[in-house]
DNA sequence: GTTGACCTTCCAGTGAATGGAACCCTTATG
DNA sequence: CATAAGGGTTCCATTCACTGGAAGGTCAAC
């Protein structure tokens, strides 16, 4: 299979499939004219990739991952803590763009978005001291 | 102000506080040692940067609210919509990394974790059929 | 005068692709 | 036969926001 096939199957851009070779996650075969001969195998590596990725696992966890697809006698355990170490990745992540989420709503909501030059988001950005306001504390 | 006592003020780094003089973000006065010489203001505006980074503005929107902060004959608006483009970044963000954690840690659940080689969490990457499990919709 | 803590510039690398240029291969059609 | 369309190839540059490191200049204290 050429590239383009892989690429509608697998829902992953040529271009990427290029550089996932190039990084060593799939290594297609060549055909006489230059072209990447894609085997099943390395259209359904390519398909958990995908899928790894969707999930947010970085590169080198996909790497892991894959060896660890390929080594039928594996433990559990070592998945699950790769798995583990990002969700808790992604909740650090969550926690602070929820974090942030809730002082620049806070902000957005105390700005009137008019005309007029008056604006509590820069003046907090500059923190400014504010005299119609009492202590930030106290928000 | 040398960059050393405007790093600890302002909590940037260094070698952020060049990037962003590099990138024209800040303009200090050199000394006649060839040192950076940073004034009252150029630090102000350093923390300006830190904290809208902190709130995950990019830089370029930095940029632009750097330049409404100094126009005192801005309209809020045009701060409250740079702001609340960003919220909607967030919000995007947010929706993605839940939908991540909530497979993610589905998965995470129905893996046993030991020393058999059973994955579910592999299974599910590989989109193995599992004939333990009935269809995934059912899920 | 020498140590050590500063400061300087410049270059390279990060992650995970993505864009583009320049060129080759294959097939169909005028 | 020429050529045009639509694949494919490589290689280089760019993205974003820094960060690390090397090689060297400056300054204050001892």
């Given at each position: 299979?050429?590239?383009?096939?892989?690429?509608?199957?697998?829902?992953?851009?040529?271009?990427?499939?290029?550089?996932?070779?190039?990084?060593?996650?799939?290594?297609?075969?060549?055909?006489?004219?230059?072209?990447?001969?894609?085997?099943?195998?390395?259209?359904?590596?390519?398909?958990?990739?995908?899928?790894a990725?969707a999930l947010g696992f970085t590169?080198?966890d996909?790497?892991?991952l894959?060896?660890?697809?390929?080594?039928?006698?594996?433990?559990?355990a070592?998945v699950k803590q790769i798995a583990e170490e990002h969700l808790d990745r992604i909740d650090r992540k969550i926690a602070?763009?929820?974090?942030?989420?809730?002082?620049?709503?806070?902000?957005?909501?105390?700005?009137?978005?008019?005309?007029?030059?008056?604006?509590?988001?820069?003046?907090?950005?500059?923190?400014?001291?504010?005299?119609?306001?009492?202590?930030?504390?106290?928000?």
């Amino acid at each position: 299979m050429n590239i383009g096939d892989v690429a509608d199957l697998s829902g992953l851009p040529a271009k990427t499939i290029r550089y996932y070779e190039d990084i060593g996650l799939v290594e297609p075969l060549r055909s006489a004219n230059g072209y990447r001969s894609f085997r099943q195998s390395d259209v359904h590596k390519l398909a958990f990739l995908g899928r790894a990725r969707a999930l947010g696992f970085t590169i080198e966890d996909c790497r892991s991952l894959l060896k660890l697809y390929a080594d039928t006698d594996r433990a559990s355990a070592e998945v699950k803590q790769i798995a583990e170490e990002h969700l808790d990745r992604i909740d650090r992540k969550i926690a602070e763009l929820t974090e942030m989420r809730a002082t620049l709503s806070h902000l957005v909501d105390a700005c009137a978005g008019d005309h007029r030059p008056n604006c509590p988001i820069l003046a907090d950005l500059a923190m400014e001291e504010d005299k119609t306001r009492t202590a930030r504390a106290a928000d």
